[in-house]
């Protein structure tokens, strides 16, 4: 079976920091993959998806980007974090039908 | 126009009764269509999926989708307190290998 890991689960960041959040998938090969973030009670942004190694495309522009630099790994970066940046942030991935089927979440602070 | 659209609520059910979730999306061409399901602080879970016209069944959860004009429905039969939840409606996005999410309908089932 399919098993989504995300890292860190928490994470407070002061303002201008660097980011780095990490996405695995297991159990399945080439992936699409997603990254949303979730404001607290808000709905679902979509960041970033991929459908495969080094295919990113950018839903929002900001100060996020997104690599995948193997086939079952989605990693999220910021170089200088916003307060703004706080939320929940959710990978997601799907094989070859739209079925998304999300991991933990990480949940960032920015002070 | 939103292309997924949710009634926010909270939609407030007694346990034992029917609760019913609904969403209107506006890509008249979608032909798929899920239910998520967030508890407070977790990451969404994938309880349905619907892909032609009628009803769908599964356990206490129907899906019901009428193309025509264009809404899908979520019923739970016999709301269970456990059933406290946001549900969330998804259609695939225009132009775009993503899902696109409604805002979410929080339900509150009491005891």
């Known amino acids: 079976s399919q098993t989504i890991h995300q890292w860190p689960a928490t994470l407070v960041q002061p303002v201008g920091s660097p980011l780095s959040l990490e996405c695995t998938v297991e159990?399945?090969?080439?992936?699409?993959l997603y990254w949303y973030r979730q404001a607290a009670g808000r709905g679902l942004q979509l960041l970033f998806y991929?459908?495969?190694?080094?295919?990113i495309s950018s839903e929002v522009p900001q100060n996020l980007s997104a690599s995948r630099p193997q086939d079952r790994q989605f990693i999220l970066s910021s170089k200088k974090l916003l307060l703004s940046d706080s939320g929940f942030y959710l990978c997601?991935?799907?094989?070859?039908?739209?079925?998304?089927?999300f991991g933990p979440g990480t949940r960032l602070t920015v002070t | 126009q939103k292309e997924v659209e949710q009634n926010s609520g909270p939609l407030s059910v007694p346990e034992g009764a029917i609760a019913s979730l609904n969403c209107t999306y506006s890509?008249?061409?979608?032909?798929?269509f899920f239910w998520y399901r967030q508890y407070s602080g977790k990451s969404p879970e994938l309880i349905m999926s619907?892909?032609?016209?009628g009803d769908k069944e599964d356990g206490r959860f129907t899906a019901q989708l009428n193309k025509a004009s264009q809404y899908v429905s979520l019923l739970i039969r016999d709301s269970q307190p456990s059933d406290s939840a946001t549900y969330l409606c998804?259609?695939?996005?225009?132009?775009?290998?993503?899902?696109?999410f409604g805002s979410g309908t929080r339900l509150q089932v009491q005891p």
């Open positions: 159990g399945t090969s080439n992936p699409n």
């Open positions: 991929s459908v495969g190694i080094g295919q």
């Open positions: 998804a259609v695939p996005g225009t132009g775009r290998r993503a899902l696109t």
């Open positions: 997601a991935w799907s094989g070859s039908i739209y079925e998304q089927y």
């Open positions: 890509d008249r061409g979608s032909q798929s």
């Open positions: 619907i892909y032609s016209n």
